[in-house]
């Protein structure tokens, strides 16, 4: 039978049951950021500095101008490519 005071075991169950539905929520977000961040490696993607035939990295739509990508680690030429690339546009 819960106490009427409010600090019963009832109370104290509910509380806990609160907080550990919040630090688990807490860690699923921080873990979905982290592999959200997580890049893979030029060496993974078969990177290279030089364009395939009309393919390179500044008509991919996952490169990032001057010199990034959303998707590879590492400085990235607009006149690389890699396996995953994919036309722009």
Same mark, same amino acid.
């Given at each position: 039978?819960? !106490? =009427?005071?409010?600090?019963?075991? =009832?109370?104290?169950?509910?509380?806990?049951? !609160? #907080?550990?539905? #919040?630090? #688990?929520?807490?860690?699923?977000?921080?873990?979905?950021?982290?592999?959200? =961040?997580? %890049?893979?490696?030029?060496?993974?993607?078969?990177?290279?500095?030089? $364009? *395939?035939?009309?393919?390179?990295?500044?008509?991919?739509?996952?490169?990032?101008? $001057?010199?990034?990508? *959303?998707?590879?680690?590492? #400085?990235?030429? $607009?006149?690389?490519?890699?396996?995953?690339?994919? %036309?722009?546009?």
């Amino acid at each position: 039978m819960p !106490h =009427e005071n409010g600090n019963g075991p =009832e109370t104290s169950r509910r509380a806990f049951l !609160h #907080v550990a539905g #919040v630090a #688990v929520s807490a860690l699923s977000i921080i873990g979905m950021t982290s592999r959200a =961040e997580a %890049k893979a490696s030029q060496q993974s993607v078969g990177y290279q500095g030089s $364009p *395939k035939g009309n393919q390179n990295c500044a008509n991919c739509r996952i490169f990032v101008a $001057p010199n990034s990508c *959303k998707q590879v680690d590492g #400085v990235v030429s $607009p006149n690389g490519w890699c396996r995953i690339w994919s %036309k722009a546009g």
